[in-house]
T-cell receptor, first 112, second 116 residues
Framework: QKEVEQDPGPLSVPEGAIVSLNCTYSNSAFQYFMWYRQYSRKGPELLMY????GNKEDGRFTAQVDKSSKYISLFIRDSQPSDSATYLC????????????FGKGTKLSVKP | GAVVSQHPSWVICKSGTSVKIECRSL??????MFWYRQFPKQSLMLMATSNEGSKATYEQGVEKDKFLINHASLTLSTLTVTSAHPEDSSFYIC????????????FGAGTRLSVL
């Protein structure tokens, strides 16, 4: 079983839809959870950063972490064509030496 | 804040030549920098971890003599692809970690390498 599982999609939604992106993981030591957005032929851009369980909201984006289920989600409200990108989840253990473990990424397309 | 500059964004070279890619953290000091490779429609593949002032740690299967990494300062790391071959053509991305909890990495824009 891979440490981090993420459905690669592709996921296609109409403009204005609510998008739900998810990752599951197996390592219970993960404490820090991130979502990155990557446009085609660009480097990943940090979208959301969450520590431990709970929700975090930033504009149209909401990140949720459920450590008991080892499941994290990113919700995008009122999706826009400019949200079309690949979304990568990433997570790490505590401590300064841990590397980020990435999901494979979900490709999202928002149709106008 | 947290800007990572990667240069060049695109390079074309002849087979057998060497190519250097630079990665700079512009507004923070990066104790650790990372180099990734990404094939089309695939996720990031970590190549090596670079700590300032010490030798890079390479992932299994990555040739350290082919992919030379230098992390000479807290804001600069370079990746040199030596004696490049067409199979080295790929998208190379660096990231920098400023330290602190969470191990957040900030990424450069990537370098597209095409070896003819």
């Amino acid at each position: 079983q891979k440490e981090v599982e993420q459905d690669p999609g592709p996921l296609s939604v109409p403009e204005g839809a609510i998008v739900s992106l998810n990752c599951t993981y197996s390592n219970s030591a993960f404490q820090y959870f991130m979502w990155y957005r990557q446009y085609s032929r660009k480097g990943p851009e940090l979208l959301m950063y969450t520590y431990s369980s709970g929700n975090k909201e930033d504009g149209r984006f909401t990140a949720q972490v459920d450590k008991s289920s080892k499941y994290i989600s990113l919700f995008i409200r009122d999706s826009q064509p400019s949200d079309s990108a690949t979304y990568l989840c990433a997570m790490s253990e505590s401590g300064s030496q841990g590397n980020l473990i990435f999901g494979k990424g979900t490709k999202l397309s928002v149709k106008p | 804040g947290a800007v990572v500059s990667q240069h060049p964004s695109w390079v074309i070279c002849k087979s057998g030549t060497s190519v250097k890619i630079e990665c700079r953290s512009l507004d923070f000091q990066a104790t650790t920098m990372f180099w990734y490779r990404q094939f089309p429609k695939q996720s990031l593949m970590l190549m090596a971890t670079s700590n300032e002032g010490s030798k890079a740690t390479y992932e299994q299967g990555v040739e350290k003599d082919k992919f030379l990494i230098n992390h000479a300062s807290l804001t600069l790391s370079t990746l040199t692809v030596t004696s490049a071959h067409p199979e080295d053509s790929s998208f190379y991305i660096c990231s920098a970690r400023p330290g602190g909890p969470g191990n957040i990495q900030y990424f450069g824009a990537g370098t597209r390498l095409s070896v003819l």
